[in-house]
């Protein structure tokens, strides 16, 4: 018999009571004289039920009783209906609870399942009595859940689907007829249906593919608190699987059985009390059932329990920072009760195979020879995971060697770490050829990384309020060094040919992971993080026995870390006078090699919807001009003039490819200075050449050409015309209506009155334009703005829900580069729809000219760099730079408040 059956010959008994249900709320007692009433007492009963619930909610107390409360108030309520509404034979039915609502766990809004269990389907005045019955639920307000299903049909839907299994465990008699709850569960019983091993491994595979939809990670910053990694679903899974197999009705009872000590029985009500705090207030908050903690409601929430802005941190980083800390060990306590669960119900006895003296496997997992040895020997803390690497086969660690572990985490102290032994086995999992992101990772979720390296710990769950960083600090490092092994992994060579290639021939490939690590470890503490992290990374580097170069190389990596990227992306990586300042910054090929690698790297673990080809394409490309510059030597840097000549020579020998003649190439390279030879690639420029070559000269027909596969990783957008008002203006407000992601512009003047224009753009979900018909779409959309040049220029699209929750204040600087003659803009501002547009009217309305733009958007932030001269060509004086960031400023603020 099923644990928890009723009898058949218990008919009598009252139904089961929620688990905690309170007996102290008035409220309850006016529900019975509710009922006689007519729907809208009810309705207004549950209403001030809600708002009372509310008004504990923010009073704070104890969320238990809240979320047993409101299942008490609903049991009532349904109890009550039943008693007044069913008759006859329907009165041979049960009324069941099932899901949350079946554990006596309701929040304001969540679902209200119910079962109604028949002996037979119910037909004619049966079947209109229950639609009068559902009805009146609805009309006071309940939304319920309901299925109409006899024990058979349950019976058959629960073997097909272990998810309908999983909700009728938790089945609870709400009314009716309990005879028919007994035979249900007795049809449910593990040796009919659901045999406690399948369940078992069916929920492990559920959660595993719940987490991979969340990326593997509870780091999302805006988390699931119901299905996310470490959320409430987690430690559902653990109390259905001690449900279904040792019979145990709540997770304390797992306690007074041995399965579950009671610090982790605390840990574990903590961090359930918690997360029920949060979707409490997700639910009061919205007045929905929304499980999301969105950016909008992360701050208000903050401010409901308390939390105010310290010095480095925000109150809604503090709250998050309590989240994920909370889903992490939700997470390791989940880790060890199912591997509790797996030697308790998969593991067949066999004797332990001995690896070492304090190290044996059994069963295919780790395990301590006895219960001290990391007292005895505190290596061992290391030395596990060490042997996980070496040893891939086995599966995990035996819950008897984590619980030994984590009671053990105190010895690593400031005496542990100074162990040279410890060094080397450190290093050892470093540079281990494989395992190296699986085995930190394991030592992060252990807590084994945060206490071995303090400032690692403390950014442990430290999230970021913004849109740029998806996950926290902790999880984001730990992506990075996943992304430099799938470099050093020959099999993933296709992703990133170029990093895979530089870091399988790096010569010590634990530099760029040590660099990984420590890259943004001091975030938080105020001041610079990368020159407070490499001070940190350069001590534990010595610390741990890395020579001197290497230490200083780490360090000089975190120190750097930025650099590549920032520069690639807001500079013209087309003036020799950029790549040569920074080949001198780097020095040599060796530290641009591993900042490439790290870049690379860091940038993709940021944000999935950062990286894209064109980021790919750019880094490579200022890769190769750096490190050419390298190689030609620092003591002779590459100039201007052999830049253009390699790039004609390049260009022209593919045109010659393609049987252009050698006379048509110079006629059209007449009208191009050497400025745009330097802008663009040799395949850019052969594009271009092959365009207007087959152009009549004499022609004022604008031309419109799109390349849906550029070298540049992007759709490269081509408009040729004569110069005219308003046109960068124009074109961006074109392809910003259509929703692509413009990244990079370069406008080029010709020596006869025409301009050519060239835009690299992306889908919103950063892959170039493949279909043909969106193509299409772009060009007539294009030749339309074209044909109607004093038609209004605006972007009507949407400011996206997560970039109106943030406030970014306008910065506008003017500098001037002396050497190529023009003034830079650089423009920090709050990214919207439009914005390029309204740059381009001032540009125009100022009478100046743009040569090129460089787009970067950091999450909800747009940090743009224009390159802009007067009418004569010549860079702005003070004065004119003085009246367009005033003018500039204006206009910006009045749009974003239109």
């Not at 550029?710 to 015309?721: E, P």
């Not at 010709?750 to 299409?776: A, K, M, N």
Request: aromatic fraction near 8%.
């Amino acid at each position: 018999m099923a644990a928890g059956e009723t009898e058949p010959d218990d008919a009598g008994d009252a139904p089961a009571r929620p688990p905690g249900a309170p007996g102290d709320w008035p409220l309850l007692g006016q529900v019975a004289a509710r009922l006689s009433g007519p729907p809208a007492a009810l309705r207004a009963l549950l209403a001030e039920a809600h708002e009372q619930l509310k008004a504990r909610f923010l009073a704070d107390e104890p969320i238990e009783a809240l979320v047993h409360a409101r299942a008490t108030l609903v049991d009532r309520v349904l109890e009550g209906l039943w008693r007044t509404h069913v008759r006859g034979s329907m009165s041979e039915w049960a009324l069941v609870a099932v899901g949350g609502y079946g554990r006596g766990e309701l929040h304001p809004c969540s679902d209200i399942d119910i079962l109604l269990l028949v002996a037979a389907p119910p037909e004619g005045p049966e079947r209109a009595a229950l639609e009068r019955l559902l009805a009146l639920l609805w009309d006071i307000g309940l939304e319920v859940g309901h299925s109409v299903r006899t024990v058979q049909e349950c019976l058959e839907q629960s073997a097909a689907d272990v998810s309908v299994m999983t909700t009728l465990i938790e089945a609870r008699l709400l009314a009716g007829n309990p005879v028919l709850l007994a035979r249900l569960r007795s049809a449910l019983a593990p040796e009919h249906i659901w045999p406690v091993r399948e369940f078992f491994e069916a929920k492990v595979r559920e959660q595993a593919e719940r987490h991979l939809k969340a990326n593997d990670t509870a780091y999302n910053l805006e988390p699931n608190v119901k299905t996310g990694p470490g959320g409430l679903r987690d430690i559902q899974t653990i109390a259905w699987v001690a449900k279904r197999h040792f019979g145990a009705e709540t997770l304390a009872e797992l306690a007074r059985h041995g399965f579950l000590s009671g610090a982790e029985l605390r840990r574990l009500q903590q961090a359930q009390a918690f997360l029920w705090k949060v979707r409490f207030g997700l639910h009061v908050l919205t007045g929905r059932r929304e499980d999301r903690l969105l950016f909008d409601h992360q701050i208000r929430l903050a401010q409901t329990f308390g939390y105010e802005d310290a010095s480095y941190t925000l109150a809604v980083e503090q709250l998050m920072q309590r989240y994920y800390r909370t889903v992490k060990d939700v997470s390791l306590l989940n880790e060890l009760l199912l591997q509790v669960f797996r030697e308790a119900i998969l593991t067949e006895s066999e004797p332990p195979r001995p690896l070492n003296a304090r190290f044996q496997v059994r069963s295919g997992s780790l395990e301590a020879v006895s219960e001290d040895v990391f007292a005895r020997n505190p290596s061992a803390l290391l030395e596990l995971f060490a042997l996980l690497q070496r040893h891939p086969e086995i599966k995990g660690v035996r819950a008897s060697t984590l619980r030994a572990l984590e009671r053990s985490l105190w010895l690593i102290d400031e005496e542990f770490r100074q162990n040279p032994r410890h060094h080397r086995l450190f290093l050892e999992i470093v540079r281990s050829p494989i395992g190296v992101t699986h085995e930190l990772r394991r030592m992060n979720t252990y807590g084994v990384l945060g206490r071995y390296i303090p400032a690692f710990g403390r950014v442990v769950g430290r999230m970021q309020y913004d849109l740029f960083h998806a996950y926290t600090v902790d999880a984001h490092t730990l992506f990075v060094v996943s992304n430099l092994r799938r470099f050093a992994i020959p099999r993933y060579d296709e992703e990133l040919p170029q990093a895979s290639r530089i870091m399988q021939q790096l010569p010590r490939p634990e530099v760029a992971y040590l660099a990984a690590l420590f890259h943004d470890i001091a975030k938080g503490r105020g001041g610079d993080h990368s020159e407070l992290g490499a001070v940190d990374a350069e001590a534990f580097c010595l610390e741990q026995g890395l020579s001197p170069y290497d230490a200083r190389l780490v360090a000089w990596l975190v120190r750097s870390h930025l650099s590549l990227s920032i520069t690639a992306q807001k500079q013209d990586i087309s003036d020799p006078e950029v790549i040569n300042t920074f080949a001198r910054t780097v020095g040599d090929e060796t530290h641009l090699d591993y900042l490439y690698v790290l870049t690379c790297a860091d940038v993709r673990a940021t944000n999935p919807k950062l990286w894209n080809s064109w980021k790919a394409s750019l880094f490579n490309d200022f890769y190769q001009r750096v490190r050419r510059a390298l190689r030609h030597g620092l003591e002779s840097p590459i100039d201007q003039e052999q830049l253009v000549s390699e790039t004609r020579d390049a260009a022209r020998k593919l045109l010659l490819e393609r049987h252009l003649e050698s006379a048509d190439i110079e006629r059209v390279w007449e009208r191009f200075s050497d400025t745009y030879f330097l802008q663009h690639s040799p395949e850019e420029v052969a594009w271009h050449m092959q365009l207007l070559a087959d152009r009549d000269p004499r022609s004022e027909e604008p031309l419109v050409a799109l390349d849906p596969h550029s070298v540049r990783g992007t759709t490269a957008v081509l408009i040729y015309t004569r110069a005219r008002e308003h046109g960068f203006a124009r074109t961006t407000a074109v392809l910003d209506q259509l929703g692509l992601d413009i990244l990079d512009a370069r406008i080029t003047p010709t020596g006869d009155g025409f301009s050519l224009d060239l835009y690299h753009v992306l889908e919103d979900d950063g892959t170039p334009i493949e279909d043909h018909e969106r193509r299409e779409e772009i060009e007539e959309a294009l030749w339309r703005s074209l044909r109607e040049p004093q038609a209004t220029v605006a972007v009507h699209r949407r400011v996206p829900r997560q970039v109106r929750m943030f406030h970014t204040p306008t910065q506008i600087l003017i500098s001037t580069d002396a050497p190529n003659g023009r003034s830079v803009l650089e423009l920090i501002a709050g990214d919207r729809p439009g914005l390029l547009c309204d740059v381009g009217k001032v540009l125009t309305g100022e009478h100046l000219m743009l040569q090129a733009a460089r787009i970067m958007t950091v999450g909800e932030r747009a940090e743009d760099v224009f390159y802009i001269t007067d009418l004569d060509g010549h860079a702005l004086d003070e004065a004119r730079a003085a009246r367009l960031r005033d003018i500039l400023g204006q206009a910006l603020k009045q749009r974003a408040a239109a």
